[in-house]
């Protein structure tokens, strides 16, 4: 039994309730592509705090990868490799210390990513999609103009479930970005717009890509929390 009362501290009792759980739970297994996609999933206060802190307060580093190498490379030899070979590029959150570590926006995004590891949030994601999960990781990302993230499964090291929760208000549909999720023949058809305070999860095996951000978007980024549980079976 989930329990509901802690984790409507942090996610909207909308989504917590036996029978929302159920009809999730069943779009999820009915999907092509095993996506289910929750508008305004966190508790209004904890996505307001929690964007704030990624778009005022927090520090990025630029990340690269190749679909050669597994994790992220120094800049230098991503720009030497061919463009075909390029897998990512995209700014994660630096470490955080000191004065950074007493605001309150940092602090709700501390407690965030404390209670998406808690096993209590577990046994959500698992009432969600019906699968069997074991342990989590996370990562907080900016992404901007020049930005991408190439087509891929994120089905690795155990990884059974994905999921995105979007942080950009007033996203506009024109800047791109929106995730793009296979259904078997890689075109991509099924498609979900970064809606703020909204969250995406997936089946870790389905093939997806981050639709190119397009011209317009200037100084304007999407922000996302998003991470993985991995298998209950998985070492």
Partial sequence: MLDTTWLAQTFSPAHLGAAALAAHRAAFAAHPAHVIHLDGVLAPHVAADVTRFLAAEAEFTTGHGLLTRYGFIPEDEFLAAPE????????????VAGPATKTPAFRAFAALVAALGDPRARALFAALTGRDLGGFTVSARRMAAGDFLVP????????????????????????????????????YPHVVAPRYNSMVVFDARTWHVVAPFRSGLGDHARYTIGGWFMAADAI
């Fill in 84 to 95: 075909a070979e390029r897998f990512f590029r995209y700014g994660s959150v630096a470490r």
């Fill in 152 to 187: 891929h499964a994120d089905d690795v090291g155990g990884r059974e479930l994905s999921f995105v929760i979007y942080l950009s208000p007033g996203w506009e549909p024109a800047w791109g970005g929106e995730l793009r999720l296979d259904a078997g023949d890689r075109t």
